[in-house]
């Protein structure tokens, strides 16, 4: 059966690669996770091709969940979500929280709008 | 205006923003994270580049949208998707018309408005780009509404975005890197309001100083 697919959208490729690392761990491998992490030439930055490339790597037929950091990375990923013909959706989901909680959902089955959801009730595990 | 004009407002826009790219960095050093004349110089010209593409023929809501994708492509900062989306929904709005008049242009310019609040969620007064752009379509608007041609309501929303733009500077930022900053964001120019403001003139300067 498909697993919904993960898409770490961050200013720093180097973070959306930890964040891959963690949420990857999470899913007990059995869920796909993606970075698109940083500018094309690996400086900070956003790339909306880089997203593309990552939710094509992404998606095993069950859809994508993008998960982003702040500023451009957020704007980019509406941005993509906007054009997107798959089924893609931006959670709105604080980035290292939602991803585990995503990819814990995504590994159990659960469908596009429940990973959302999953992603979303991140906000709130508070830490104090 | 007809697809060429259309694609001469691109164009000249990029060689504002490229003059203007260190003016504009310089300010988004003072508030936000010192890139925006370098990303906007190198998305405007990736549209260039992406004008030269078009088939003959083509027009000017496919002039619009084809500079909007490769604005969104390759500018690298939150002003790609915003000015991306601008173009791309003015560029759908002119829909296949070959030569949009005053008004047809005028509801272009409101849906890159429009376009923008909705992508980046900032309204008027939140020291962003909104702000001039917000100031440029009302007084297009009230121009057309006055009987101006469409130079003279190009112009009159040049002002309007340098207004707007000047507006911004005693502004607290309450969108963007800036927003971190708080009341110290005050006494600083947005620098996606001064990029805005080159755009406008951009488009004043191209429909010339006639009607």
């Known amino acids: 059966m498909a697993n919904v697919g993960l898409v770490v959208v961050s200013h720093s490729r180097r973070l959306a690669e930890g964040v891959c ?35 094509r790597a992404a998606d095993d037929g069950a859809g994508v969940v993008l998960l ?4 451009s990375s957020v704007l980019t990923a509406r941005t993509f979500v ?7 959706l931006l959670a709105d989901a604080p980035l290292v929280e939602g991803a585990v909680a995503a990819a814990s959902a995504a ?3 659960a469908d596009l709008a429940a990973v959302v ?3 979303e009730d991140a906000y709130d595990q508070r830490k104090t | 205006m007809n697809a060429s004009d259309f694609a001469a407002w691109i164009r000249r826009a990029a060689e504002l923003v490229t003059a203007d790219a260190e003016r504009l960095t310089a300010l988004d050093a003072a508030i936000g994270d010192g890139d925006h004349g370098l990303n906007l110089a190198r998305g405007f010209g990736a549209a260039v580049t992406a004008l030269d593409g078009l088939p003959a023929g083509t027009t000017p809501g496919k002039v619009l949208i084809g500079a909007g994708r490769a604005i969104v492509s390759k500018t690298g900062g939150a002003s790609g998707p915003l000015y991306g989306t601008a173009l791309r929904r003015a560029g759908k709005t002119l829909g296949d018309a070959a030569e949009p008049d005053a008004a047809a242009l005028g509801t272009a310019l409101r849906a890159a408005l429009d376009g923008v609040r909705e992508l980046g969620g900032a309204g008027e007064g939140d020291k962003t780009m909104v702000d001039a752009l917000a100031a440029a379509v009302t007084a297009y608007e009230t121009a057309v509404d006055g009987g101006a041609g469409l130079p003279a309501a190009a112009r009159a929303a040049a002002t309007g975005a340098a207004e707007g733009a000047e507006a911004t500077v005693p502004m607290v930022a309450r969108k963007g890197r800036a927003s971190y900053l708080g009341p110290r964001s005050a006494g600083h120019l947005d620098p996606g309001a001064a990029s805005t403001v080159l755009l406008l003139r951009a488009l004043a300067d191209v429909t010339g100083g006639e009607g």
């Open chain 1, 21 to 55: 690392e963690l949420a990857r761990e999470m899913g007990v491998h059995k869920v796909r996770v993606e970075a698109a992490g940083g500018d094309v030439d690996g400086g900070l930055g956003t790339s909306i091709e880089l997203v593309e490339n990552a939710v």
């Open chain 1, 68 to 71: 982003a950091d702040l500023g």
């Open chain 1, 82 to 88: 906007e054009d997107a013909d798959t089924s893609v």
């Open chain 1, 107 to 109: 590994a159990a089955g």
């Open chain 1, 117 to 119: 959801a999953a992603a």
